[in-house]
């Protein structure tokens, strides 16, 4: 409700309907994972209404590049999105653009703190020689994800 995105159990759904697309050899998708940054920093320092603020900021962000894809908020502050068609077809271009409004957020000092949203996001798109589940995308994007979030807070794997 606070996010206004589909909830876990919808993500589920989908990943079944994948799934058979990946069966019938009629799957073309990409899944994008997004982790935010600092959320517990934001409710611990400004308390969970700016903590609520920040999530609902962020998921708005996502939701507007990805406005032709379902997102789903999967846990506290993560989300994914999973891309097919349209979106799909120009996976490259919104995925940088989620990329540097993200950047530009988190660089805006003129923003409030639950303003300057921050996350690491990973893409990967479905293989037929490699995946065999959709299960197995997520995976390819989740891993991206934890390596730039790895970046962004420089450390090396």
Partial sequence: ??????????YDRTVER??????GAAADFAI????????????????????????????HVICEIYDHSPVFRIGGDEFVVVLEN???EHRDELYQQLVRTFCAAVDDESRQP????????GMASYN?????LAE???????????ENKLKMHGTRQ
């Fill in 136 to 146: 197995s995308v997520f995976k390819h994007a989740d891993a991206i994800m934890y």
């Fill in 1 to 10: 409700a606070l996010t206004h995105v589909k909830n876990k159990a919808a």
């Fill in 114 to 121: 639950w303003q300057r949203f921050s996350a690491a996001a």
């Fill in 18 to 23: 994948l799934n058979q697309s990946i069966k």
């Fill in 86 to 88: 349209r979106d799909f």
């Fill in 128 to 132: 037929r020689k490699t995946d065999a």
């Fill in 32 to 59: 994008v994972m997004i982790d935010l940054n600092h959320l517990k920093q934001i409710n611990d320092t400004y308390g969970h209404e700016h903590g609520n603020d920040y999530l609902t900021g962020a998921c």
